[in-house]
């Protein structure tokens, strides 16, 4: 390739061209969005202290909860960790509102069904209004009485056992929901995490674009690039700058859909800030703690499993077939027919006496007549353990699939951190060097830092893989796998004070 030598006419024109092409650099790092500044200042806060930011639980006798002075100087600081969400999600999310309206019917159908036979009073007048002897009331007969039914079979105790059962099938679906809440809380928290660090890498590959940029315009000062690669490299800056706004509207948007768990976005004052501008709607909290790369230890697949009894969906169909067996014995008990007594008093006119009436009937051959009703009953109650089957075959594939795809994906994530990113780190180095020094093209230089960007966005990609999975499986084994992945001791506590399991609650750490 034929370079001509510098002439002063020529440096003139270099030196102006290289004016205009700072020109522009300058007028496209002006466009960048005073938020977009605003959320590197903020993280590039988090990154400094996310290290040194400490959590310690201290749970007292009482069953409270202090978190130490560490996380409160993160909360404040604009720092949301699992254990506030968790709080927030029970606390302020909807549908627990509907448990409660839910309970508040059964309690009014278990007041009715506790009631007895209620009470009738009958007047009855005979022989009047006739003719001859019967002529007006003369010969009239008057009877008050009292009647009611004696129910057989111990109808209204079945009925008591079915509200009963039914608030404790209320209570276990209420289980479930509180399961999926706090497994969606931490698959969103997850999300946000990994839009955290895919934003620190959208920055850090802004600095690697303007290195380039800085390094391709020391060689075109030399002489010795085309200046056609300038502007290839002011090109990749700005798009590396749109890409770091694409990955901050992300980070915003994930934020945004974690807060809507707790209704918080709802809120008037949201909503007029969202009109104002959507830089200011963003919630309440800034980043999130933790620690995206950390993963627990891996438990054998027969212990997860053997732990799967206790998922609230199974345990759920205990309660579901206690039910079924309450609505059974009530339709036996229909088959027992009931006494109706009469108890009354008769007055007779034409003699001036009174005198008592009593009585009782009952209907014949009634209890073939609910024979329909036990079969239907029976079956309905038998139902039960064969859907109960099929969902502990569904759980099992669940978290075969869950376990085996998360250990790939740590395995993926771990060889990426250790082994491949630190050897792309150390070619990009070289290549930096050697492409300095001009023994490497532009096209070299740009395709190292581009494998190691695609190296570092797999490695996030694998470790939210990884966490998503490990959240699938507590939330299988209704309990936090062994070891803390990436969130205070005090979310699983506190879970443990909220939902009443019997077992450890669930978060991922």
Known sequence: MFWPFSSPTKRVQQTSLRLKSLSGLVILMLSISSAAQAEVQSLSTYVKSSNKSTTEVKSSNKGTTDVSINNRNSAASGTLTLAVAIQRALKENPAFKVFTLRQAAINGQQQTQALAPGYQLAFEAENFAGSGELKGFAGAEFTV????????????????????????????????????????????????????????????????????????????????????????????????RLSASSKQQKFVAAKMSLALLWNEKWNESWNEKWNESSNNSSPTFNTVAGNLYHFSPDVAFE????????????????????????????????????????????????????????????????????????????????????????????????????????????????????TIIPLLEAALTETQIAYQRGLYSYLDYLNARQELLLARRALIKSATAALHFGADIEQLIAEPLPASQHFAQYGRQHLQQQTSFSSNRFTQG
């Open 145 to 240: 009485s009292l009647s009611s039914v004696i129910e057989m079979g111990g109808k209204r105790d079945a009925r008591r056992d079915l509200g009963t059962h039914r608030s404790a099938m209320l209570a276990a679906e209420r289980k479930i929901t509180a399961l999926t809440l706090l497994a969606e809380v931490t698959r969103r928290y997850i999300n946000v995490l990994a839009g955290q660090e895919s934003l620190l890498l959208a920055f850090d590959a802004t600095s690697l674009a303007e290195e380039t940029l800085l390094a391709v315009e020391k060689r075109a000062k030399a002489g010795s690039t085309p200046k056609a690669e300038i502007k290839r490299a002011m090109a990749a800056v700005g798009n590396a």
């Open 303 to 418: 212990q997860l499993y053997a732990k799967i009894q206790k998922n609230p969906a199974l345990l759920a169909f205990a309660s579901e077939e206690r039910l079924k067996n309450a609505q059974l014995r009530l339709a036996k008990s229909q088959s027992s027919t009931d006494i109706q007594w009469t108890l009354g008093v008769k007055q007779l006119q034409d003699v001036g006496d009174t005198a008592l009436v009593a009585g009782f009937s009952m209907p014949l051959f009634s209890s073939s007549n609910n024979d329909g009703a036990i079969l239907s009953a029976q079956a309905e109650r038998d139902e039960v353990q064969a859907r109960k089957t099929t969902a502990l075959l569904q759980l099992h594939n669940q978290l075969q699939q869950a376990y085996s795809s998360r250990q790939q994906a740590i395995y993926t994530a771990n060889r990426l951190r250790e």
